[in-house]
Nanobody
Framework: QVQLVESGGGWVQAGGSLRLSCAASGRTFSMYVMGWFRQAPGKEREFVAG????????DYADSVKGRFTISRDNAKNTMYLQMNSLKPEDTAVYYCASGASGIVRTMGSYDYWGQGTQVTVSS
């Protein structure tokens, strides 16, 4: 059974940093593209960042480009999201996802999801 477990969320003041982790199990981690999405209260879930199987290619939403960095360690079956210069508008539940397609921004291309971790940024 495939499982994705996020951790690292919490409360931080604007301008601060957090690092999210996504631990995967149940299938060969390195064979799948990974992504981070987020959902703020009252809003739809949106793409944040994606990373290729090897980690050599990445993609970011314009709203986080230059502030967030996605990475993965295939030996540890873990993906990360380093979030710097956090803003109140980054407040959301962050989800990791795993998929078989290339790096894409559409939720439907990812077949497994974690339960989410809350990130709250205060002004």
């Amino acid at each position: 059974q495939v499982q994705l477990v996020e951790s690292g969320g919490g409360w931080v003041q604007a301008g601060g940093s957090l690092r999210l982790s996504c631990a995967a199990s149940g299938r060969t981690f390195s064979m799948y593209v990974m992504g981070w999405f987020r959902q703020a209260p009252g809003k739809e879930r949106e793409f944040v960042a994606g990373i290729s199987r090897s980690g050599g290619s990445t993609d970011y939403a314009d709203s986080v480009k230059g502030r967030f960095t996605i990475s993965r360690d295939n030996a540890k079956n873990t993906m990360y999201l380093q979030m710097n210069s956090l803003k109140p508008e980054d407040t959301a539940v962050y989800y990791c996802a795993s998929g078989a397609s290339g790096i894409v921004r559409t939720m439907g291309s990812y077949d497994y999801w974690g339960q989410g971790t809350q990130v709250t940024v205060s002004s």
